[in-house]
């Protein structure tokens, strides 16, 4: 499904090499990454030339990671996709797309309760700059998933292994150690 203006004609291509390029953006926190994210990273790169995925920073916002170890994060993860960077952005997606001419955003979509928030998002990023909105409905197995449910669980202990990749694991592990250290001491 993709949410934009109606009745307008959008190029979300730019040339390369007399090529017409097709170029989308994945906005997002990340805070951690999840198998979720990954899947529709990877789902985006398949319909798309060009992928960039967006770590949105937010300097008033307390993450449990700093946006240089998300975006670090993604860049390994995101090694396998050829066709997929990762960079980050503060202030509105928009102004971060126009500067890339890039003129599609994918979401991916959980349940009927994302696409209310995510409708309402598209049509005002569409209204900001022509900017197509693409929801990429989440694979049945990640339909629950959250990064802020993986912080839950994994603060209280629970098994998030399967939810995350290895290295993220590890890192939210060790992250939620020192915390728990810190707040004991």
Known sequence: MVAGRRGTATSNTHERNGRSVR???????FDPVTNGHIDIVSRASFLFDEV????????SKSRLFSAEERIDMLRRVCADFPNVTVDGFSGLLTTFCQERDIHAIVKGLRAVSDFDYELQMAQMNSSLAEIETVFVPTSPEYSFLASSLVKEVATFGGDVSGLVPGFVHELLEDRLAVRRSEEGS
């Open 23 to 29: 170029r989308a953006v994945c906005p997002g926190s």
């Open 52 to 59: 960039v995925v967006a770590v949105g920073v937010n300097k």
